[in-house]
């Protein structure tokens, strides 16, 4: 039996660095997939990620870690959409003709939006050591991934603190959140769902020229190995 893939992350910024693992390793276990996730690399803002040559550095760079067998890029919409940051990340990625497949989510509008989601199971617990969202705490029927800040949402449910700490915080809010919940509410989360299940198939089967056409939600597979 050979050994499990390694995907390698790369995270927007310091709090979906220490979260990112955290996640994609409880999605693997609910999934039944295969997989072994590696630290996230660090882009230190999504401005780093965007910009000219970034993307594409950050790839670079990961592709290097040893048995690295995919690569998994999550960052903000920062908007209603994640179609065109996708689409145009994706690009970039399929022009440097990695070995190895890559995934570009985009969470609508920002990572928080899926705490949100969340709330409910989140809500009532302390949270390393301080207190989180209030018991009882909801959004009453919003969608999550319509709210404008979702993160000054978030830290507007918090009790007895006056802002959500990322750092520690986030890994935190992760491992505790509700993943049938997020996944039930947040479009931009099934995305990244169904991006952790292709890079596992790819893989595991490495194929040169592969190309997905499945489409969800508006999104589309734009290049081989390269899924969004």
């Not at 979260?19 to 039944?32: F, I, S």
Request: glycine residues 12%.
């Amino acid at each position: 039996m050979g050994e499990v893939p390694l995907i390698v992350p790369v995270a927007e910024g310091d709090g979906d660095e220490a979260a990112l693992p955290v996640l994609l390793r409880r999605l693997a276990v609910d999934l039944g997939l295969g997989l072994r996730f590696g630290s996230a690399y660090n882009a230190h803002g999504r401005g780093n990620l965007i910009r000219e040559g970034g993307l594409e550095r950050f790839l670079r760079t990961a592709a290097m870690e040893r048995d690295c067998a995919g690569i998994l890029v999550l960052l903000d919409a920062e908007g209603p959409c994640g179609v065109p940051v996708g689409r145009d990340l994706a690009r970039r990625a399929s022009g440097l003709a990695l070995t190895m497949p890559v995934a570009v989510v985009a969470a609508v509008p920002m990572y928080e939006a899926w705490f949100l989601a969340s709330l409910p199971s989140i809500a009532g617990h302390r949270i390393n050591g301080q207190p989180g969202p209030v018991e009882g705490a909801s959004l009453g029927g919003v969608n999550p991934e319509e709210i404008r800040d979702p993160k000054g949402c978030a830290d507007r449910h918090l009790a007895g603190r006056r802002k959500d700490h990322e750092p520690s915080d986030q890994p935190a809010f992760t491992a505790r959140m509700d993943l049938c919940l997020v996944m039930a509410s947040c479009r931009s989360f099934r995305r990244l769902a169904h991006a952790v299940g292709q890079l596992a198939e790819m893989a595991c089967a490495p194929q040169r020229g592969w190309v997905s056409n499945r489409c969800e939600a508006g999104h589309r597979t734009v290049a081989a190995g390269v899924v969004w």
